[in-house]
Structure formats: structure tokens, C-alpha cells
């Protein structure tokens, strides 16, 4: 559950990180969308279809989700190959070894991830704006035109939704007893008709007790 528009105090976060790195002030925050709340449920479920569990596995999954926020569905199949704790024994176990080998040696972990994915999107909230408010951008100028003045420009048609969106996930894990750091890089195809791919990554970095 959450909220979109002002009320989540985007614009003052991003601005209060801009300051303190000294970059340039963010400029679009007036075209943000209006209040309104999010509440939505996901669901996953996976199943193994194949591998042995400490070197290689072929995960298959999908993903219902409902809601004011987003209804889609998600289907994607999962590789991981490397040294690893088997992927079905606990989250937590896939990014720590707790515990040492016959070697009286710290246990560990390096393997790789891929996982692409296809999801069928009927409705996004983050990019249509939410189920009680409309899209700000799209309201026209009625003010009265004076002589001699250019008439207001027309709003533009907004965006429609890609209904469909291709994705590709992969990256690696390292782990030694219950320290790891992680690497993840994503690419998708444009989420809105017309507009460009959306690319992104990030480290992460775990420590258990």
C-alpha cells in the first residue's frame, strides 16, 4: 500500500540528494500526477523443472498482480548456474553461507542469474495516473487570448501503455559465510507506444546474523 503524487514526497527527496551531491536542481516535478492511493497484491509462484541444486537449476514462474496500482501477469523462466545453496531452501540462503566445509573453511557461494521474462500489463498506475485522479498534463489552457498573442498550444495525446513489454534479468552473487554482494542488470522494451528501452542495474550488499 502506498501513494502516488505529492503526497509521497518524491520531488523532496530527489531534490535534497541533488543538494547534497551539488547536481542540477530537477525540473519536471510539476508535471508529477495528482494524489492517490495504491493498494494492490501480488502472487508468485515458481517450480524447478530441472538441475541438481548445487550447480544448476531451471526455475519456471509467473506473477499475478491486482490492484489500484498495477493488474498484469508475468511469466518467466529462471537460470542459475555457479556454486549455490539450493534456490528453494530460503531466500536468505541464497545470499548467505552460513557454517563451514570439511576444511574447517568458511562456506561460499558464486553463481550467475538470467532470467528474461514477458509481462502482459492491462493497467499501470505509476504511468497513467491512479484510479481517482486523471493525468495533469492533458488539461487545456482556457485562459482568454489577448490580440496579437499565440494561441495556447493544444495538450498533446498522452502516451497509451505498451500492453505487452519484453525484459531481460541477469547478473551474479558472491558469498563467503554471511557476507555477499550482488549484481543485477535489467533491460526492458519501452513501457508507453513511442517512447524508449528502460535500462538499469545495482549492487547489493547482504550481511546475516
Keep these: ?17 541533488h543538494r547534497l551531491i551539488h547536481y542540477f536542481k530537477p525540473m519536471g516535478w510539476s508535471h508529477q500526477f495528482r494524489d492517490d492511493i ?28 491486482a490492484g489500484t496500482m498495477m493488474n498484469s501477469l508475468t511469466l518467466y523462466p529462471m537460470l542459475r548456474l ?9 531466500f ?5 553461507s552460513p557454517g563451514r ?18 509481462q502482459f500489463i ?11 485522479t486523471t493525468n495533469p498534463n492533458l488539461t487545456e489552457n482556457t485562459a482568454p487570448v489577448k490580440p496579437q498573442q499565440q494561441a495556447p498550444t493544444q495538450p498533446q495525446p498522452y502516451h497509451p501503455i ?7 534479468n541477469f547478473g551474479a552473487v558472491a558469498s563467503i559465510g554471511d557476507f555477499s554482494i550482488s549484481f543485477n542488470q535489467n533491460s526492458s522494451t519501452a513501457m508507453m507506444k513511442g517512447l524508449y528501452w ?3 542495474g545495482n549492487f547489493s550488499i547482504y550481511f546475516g546474523w
Design 1 to 17: 500500500m502506498g501513494v502516488i503524487g505529492p503526497a509521497a514526497l518524491g520531488r523532496q527527496a530527489q531534490s535534497s540528494v
Design 38 to 65: 495504491m493498494a494492490n497484491i501480488n502472487v508468485t509462484s515458481e517450480k524447478q523443472f530441472a538441475g541438481n541444486g548445487s550447480s544448476v537449476e531451471f526455475i519456471g514462474g509467473g506473477q499475478v498482480s
Design 82 to 90: 555457479g556454486k549455490m545453496n539450493p534456490y528453494f531452501q530460503g
Design 92 to 96: 536468505l540462503r541464497q545470499f548467505a
Design 101 to 118: 566445509n570439511s576444511h574447517n573453511k568458511k562456506n561460499w557461494q558464486l553463481y550467475f542469474i538470467c532470467r528474461p521474462e514477458v
Design 122 to 132: 492491462l493497467t499501470e498506475a505509476v504511468l497513467q495516473g491512479g484510479l481517482f
Design 162 to 168: 505498451q500492453n505487452v513489454v519484453w525484459s531481460s
Design 198 to 200: 528502460h535500462e538499469f
